[in-house]
């Protein structure tokens, strides 16, 4: 079955420390993974997306995530959290359904202390 | 530019009664529009896939008859919960997708049936 795995539901990190995000996915084909992060008030914004090529793959706000297919994971990782990243982060695969869906994790809520 | 709206933000409606939501795609055509309801703290679960001109698909234990899904134009697709009861009360999000594994996400409709 596919499906997407966000182990850890609550982070709180210190303004200005490095934070990791865990996704896993299964998926039994080529997976397209994406990283979107939700703020109040707000649609998901797109933080970066693994489709081919490069595993380690850069997005916006400095984000980046790391797909390695050995572990069916993609975490996602930023080198120094600001106050302004505290959010719901949400971790999907792309499956071909028909047209197409995306699966969801479901999200990890970081808490960033100031 | 890739800006989804959805309208209302906010919606209280009556046990019984029928309510309306709009998504539109302001600056792009999109062939599919999704359909997603998340639960407090919880994933987005997509609830339908819509093609502009052709019947939604639903997922499995939706219920068509309740989530009424039109597709009418490239920039407008509307969820209409009938017969709406308190466990219908959600936050309604949708999005809109241009091409494949491509998705813009609205801001969320919240829906209490009183």
């Known amino acids: 079955a596919q499906s997407v795995t966000q182990p850890d539901i609550h982070i709180t990190v210190s303004e200005g420390a490095s934070l990791e995000l865990r996704c896993n996915y299964s998926y039994g084909a080529t997976p397209y993974l994406f990283w979107y992060v939700q703020s109040p008030g707000q649609g998901l914004q797109l933080l970066l997306k693994y489709f081919s090529g490069d595993t380690l793959v850069q997005g916006i706000k400095g984000f980046e995530a790391e797909f390695k297919r050995s572990q069916s994971s993609f975490n996602l990782r930023k080198p120094s959290v600001h106050w302004s990243d505290a959010a719901e982060y949400f971790c999907?695969?792309?499956?071909?359904?028909?047209?197409?869906?995306?699966?969801f994790g479901t999200g990890t809520r970081l808490k960033v202390l100031a | 530019g890739a800006v989804v709206s959805q309208h209302p933000s906010r919606v209280i409606c009556k046990s019984g009664t029928s309510v309306k939501i709009e998504c539109r795609s302001l600056d792009f055509q999109a062939t599919t529009m999704f359909w997603y309801r998340q639960f407090p703290k919880q994933s987005l679960m997509l609830m339908a896939t819509s093609n502009e001109g052709s019947k939604a698909t639903y997922e499995q234990g939706v219920e068509k008859d309740k989530f009424l899904i039109n597709h009418a134009s490239l920039t407008l697709s509307t969820l209409t919960v009938t017969s709406a009861h308190p466990e219908d009360s959600s936050f309604y999000i949708c999005?809109?997708?241009?091409?494949?594994?491509?998705?813009?996400f609205g801001p969320g409709t919240r829906l209490t049936v009183t």
């Open positions: 999907a695969v792309g499956v071909a359904s028909g047209t197409y869906k995306y699966i």
């Open positions: 999005s809109a997708s241009p091409s494949t594994y491509e998705q813009y």
